[in-house]
C-alpha cells in the first residue's frame, strides 16, 4: 500500500479529515452500511452518525462490506435522529438532506465551501430522509437521474455527493 500513499489504520486517528458527516437517518441494510463507512474512509470524512434502526457495529455483516473501515472511521450512535441533527446545530454545522424534494439544489449547482463543516443526512432505503429530519435541515441536495429509475441506493447516492463536496 505504500506505492498508493494510503493510511495504516493506526495512522487514520491522526490524519486530517474533511469537515463532513455523514448521518444514517434510519438505513436498515448492513451492506449499505458497511459500504458507506468504506466510503467515508476512502474520502476521509470527519465521522458519521447512526440513528434508530439502523445497524451499527460490530456485525460481521457491515465488516464484510466495509472491510474493517467502522475501525477508522469516527462513528456515534444516537437513538433519535431529532436529538443528533440538533446537537450538531448547535455545534454550528450546516444540515443537508441528500433527498428528492421540493426546492432541492441540483448536485451539479452546489457549491458548499466554506468554513462551515457539514452533516449529510441519508434516509431509509424505500421511505428515504424521515419529515423529522427534513424539518430540521437547512436544505436538500438531489442527484440529477437521466434514466427510467427515480431513485439510487443510499450508499451509491452518498457516494457521488461525498465526491463532489471533496473532490471540488
Not at 486517528?13 to 469537515?19: L, M
Request: glycine residues 8%; hydrophobic residues 45%; negative net charge.
Amino acid at each position: 500500500m505504500d506505492e498508493l500513499g494510503r493510511l495504516l489504520p493506526h495512522q487514520a486517528s491522526q490524519a486530517p479529515r474533511f469537515p463532513m458527516r455523514i448521518l444514517l437517518d434510519q438505513v436498515r441494510s448492513m451492506a449499505n452500511v458497511g459500504s458507506l463507512f468504506r466510503t467515508a474512509d476512502a474520502f476521509g470524512l470527519e465521522g458519521m452518525d447512526i440513528c434508530g434502526i439502523s445497524p451499527r457495529p460490530p456485525r460481521p455483516e457491515i465488516r464484510k462490506v466495509s472491510l474493517g473501515a467502522e475501525l477508522t472511521v469516527p462513528w456515534k450512535y444516537w437513538e433519535s435522529v431529532t436529538e443528533a441533527l440538533q446537537f450538531y446545530q448547535q455545534e454550528g454545522y450546516a444540515l443537508w438532506a441528500l433527498e428528492q424534494v421540493h426546492g432541492s439544489i441540483s448536485l451539479p449547482q452546489w457549491t458548499l465551501r466554506n468554513p462551515q463543516p457539514l452533516v449529510l443526512v441519508l434516509g431509509h432505503e424505500i421511505d428515504g430522509v424521515s419529515e423529522e429530519a427534513l424539518a430540521l435541515c437547512d436544505a436538500a441536495l438531489e442527484i440529477p437521474q437521466f434514466g427510467t429509475k427515480h431513485s439510487l441506493n443510499v450508499a451509491v447516492a452518498a457516494g457521488i455527493a461525498m465526491a463532489k463536496y471533496v473532490l471540488d
